[in-house]
């Protein structure tokens, strides 16, 4: 009965895997149909189109488009609290990712940023992710005077200054052409107005350098424990071709 259960552990993980790959790739294609079409044009027919897949795929994950509607509010919802908690992948640039938010999602951006100014910002998953990240390292990095909830407010502000300047242009082309540029005035109002330079083991670098080396740091301690799950794997494998 063990052998059993230790064989199906890889299968199994893999499987999981795959789901999240699946479920994912459903809500991307789901938020891709409500920036172009509004809510309305999110259907299981269309994600399945889009997501060139099978309608039952879909209703594994989604039973109802109810459920469909109510995962993708909360897959925006969550990407934007990794956001503000720093956590954002190795390849990825912070600023360009609001900026191509604002220009490819703008109704969804929209209803999130109009939700925290609505509700207490303190129960919002958002800006409490957002306070706990500032609070953290980079407060270290913070200019004298400059709160962490200051911080946090003046980086969610500029969420809603790409919003306003990035709808002023009318072609999809231009808005993505609009997004570059305000990712890069993101960057500057943040580096040269709250941040007072790079912690002293970065000290000589660009800022733009000194992100970069951070996340490769980020890559590595993630591929490390990758290879150690790897291992793993290997171990159990010979484990069972001996016994068979």
């Not at 969550?78 to 990825?92: K, R, V």
């Not at 200051?150 to 990035?166: D, F, P, Q």
């Not at 305000?182 to 002293?200: K, M, N, Q, S």
């Amino acid at each position: 009965m063990p052998r059993q259960k230790i064989a199906g552990e890889p299968a199994a993980r893999r499987s999981r895997v795959n789901g999240r790959r699946t479920r994912q790739r459903l809500l991307a294609a789901a938020i891709a149909l409500w920036s172009e079409h509004g809510s309305l044009g999110v259907t299981v027919s269309s994600v399945a189109e889009r997501a060139e897949t099978a309608r039952r795929t879909v209703y594994h994950h989604f039973p109802t488009q109810e459920a469909l509607l109510s995962a993708t509010i909360e897959f925006v919802d969550t990407e934007l609290a990794y956001l503000t908690a720093g956590e954002i992948g190795p390849d990825d640039n912070p600023y360009r990712l609001v900026a191509g938010l604002a220009a490819d999602n703008p109704d969804l951006i929209r209803s999130v940023l109009s939700r925290l100014l609505a509700g207490d910002p303190m129960t919002d998953p958002i800006y409490a992710s957002g306070v706990q990240y500032w609070m953290g390292e980079p407060s270290q990095r913070l200019r004298e005077g400059i709160l962490p909830e200051h911080a946090n407010a003046v980086s969610i502000s500029m969420w809603y200054a790409a919003n306003l300047i990035i709808a002023t242009k009318q072609s999809q082309a231009e808005r993505r052409r609009e997004a570059e540029r305000f990712a890069r005035t993101y960057e500057r109002v943040l580096h040269e107005g709250i941040f007072a330079g790079e912690p002293a083991r970065y000290g000589g670098l660009e800022v733009s350098e000194a992100r970069r080396l951070r996340q490769l740091e980020d890559e590595n301690g993630r591929l490390k424990r990758l290879l150690a799950e790897s291992v793993l794997d290997n171990a159990i494998l010979k484990d069972l071709l001996g016994k068979v």
